[in-house]
């Protein structure tokens, strides 16, 4: 961690609001310092209770969020609110509107209301939500308000991410149905009927509880209750805070079994998030993952043979554990050991049999007079090889030095940029062009005396090139 990024974990241990906002701005846009500012603060996390707020837009979740800030308040707790603003077409960030309804409270230390951009991602919260809630909880406050983005039926996610989630809706918007349709029914703990003022309120309650009835719930579940409101007077929200914290009293099993759920998912996310960029910045050559996307996109190839063709290259790559944030990406893996042997079957005793490895099928390169057969050994290849010919090099390899390490092979993306770069540093080649390999792949071999005695292959992947059509 640099020493911005130690100042500002200090300044969130210590409830510093500006240290937080900076915090929290640097997990949003995913700064280098995010990961270790959220490492340095996460020990003092878990002490907050997660209200989330969803539903639709224009049912008043904003200005009930507001007044539940007051009410919160005036019982003596400090509310953190993270309101989920959609994105901008332009900019990327967050439009604000729900920040604008809640300038009541700027000048109160004991409130802190950020607004989030979505930036495309679904189910109503940014990518950053999570990160947000554990830098206010660590910042000392009492309550977290999640407000989502108001778009209707992706808006589940918040559920993931609470320990309560309150559904607001509001007469004669035939949010009943919607809600229904979008699963919000099931991840519901409270439902507001808000603007209770309004014609058909007494009905909208009535509507809820009727497709709650078609649950079968337990003498020891909870039951959501279904209230009514008029956020912009206040009516009802006293009602709705006594509910909150009626259920946050229930805990047991409930509450621990969410928080392992977000903790799970969490986890989920980040390794997913993580793969991904390690292979298409550390794995893949640069500008191989958007041509991939080309190519799909144009249906020279389907996205699932996309996918398990990067799959494959991170899963082969052995640069993990070794490799650091600063290290540069590098352009050639170990993809496998050649060994020359006198006869496949009789190696087949040994490798199969005597140490009980798994054997791909048998291959004949005729480009290479040899017979070819892969003996998977971890996450290491070894390449069985037996000449067809005496023209083979297996052959004058054996005959001059016998059976054994033979060479090794690295693979490349784009062999022929390989081939051109080491011809233009002057390196001794025993093949300019590539030829066909074992497998539909494309090789080419650097002399011994280039690499201090050691036979070097070069391999186009075939996950990458010969499933595509063409160089990835």
Sequence with gaps: ???????????????????????????????????????????RSGRAYLVGVTGAPGVGKSTLVDRIMTVFRSRGRTVGVLAVDPTSPFSGG????????????????????RSM???????????????????????????IVIETVGVGQAEIEVSRTADISIVVTM???????????????????????????????DRAVAEIKTMLGLNEYGPNDWRPPVLQTRATDGVGVDDVLDTVDRF???????????????????IRQLVSDRFLEHAEHRVLEPGAFD???????????????????????ALRSPRGANHTEDAP?????????????RDLDT???????????????????????VRAQFVAVGAATLELLEATSPQSAIARSIERRGPGLHHLTLRVDDIAVVLARLKARGVRLIDEEPRPGAGGSLVAFIHPSAADGVLVELMESPALADRTGRDV
């Design 248 to 266: 946050r009293a229930r805990g047991g099993d409930v509450a621990g079994r969410r928080r392992q759920a977000r903790v799970y998912g969490r």
């Design 291 to 313: 041509r991939l996307v080309d190519q799909v996109a144009g249906a020279e190839v389907d996205p699932y043979t996309a996918a398990d063709a990067v799959l494959d290259r």
């Design 171 to 201: 007469p004669g918007s035939g949010d009943g149905v919607q809600a229904l349709k979008a699963g919000l029914m099931e991840i519901a703990d409270l439902f507001v009927v808000n603007k209770a003022d309004h014609d058909g309120a």
């Design 329 to 341: 990406p590098m352009t050639a893996v170990l993809d496998h050991i050649g060994i020359a042997v």
């Design 94 to 113: 967050a439009l604000l509107g729900d920040r604008v309804r809640m300038q009541a409270h700027a000048a109160d230390p004991g409130v802190f209301v």
């Design 117 to 143: 951009a979505t930036r495309g991602q679904l189910g109503g919260l940014a990518r950053a939500t999570a990160d947000a809630a554990v830098i206010l909880d660590a910042g000392g406050f009492d309550v």
């Design 347 to 369: 190696a087949r005793v040994f490798y199969r049999d005597a140490l009980g490895l798994e054997l791909e099928g048998v291959e004949e390169v005729a480009s290479q007079h």
């Design 1 to 43: 961690m640099n020493a911005d990024g130690h100042r500002l974990t200090r300044g969130v241990l210590d409830g510093d609001r500006r240290a937080i906002a900076r915090a929290i701005t640097v997990v949003e846009s995913e700064g280098p310092s995010a990961a270790a500012i959220i490492k340095g603060v996460y020990h």
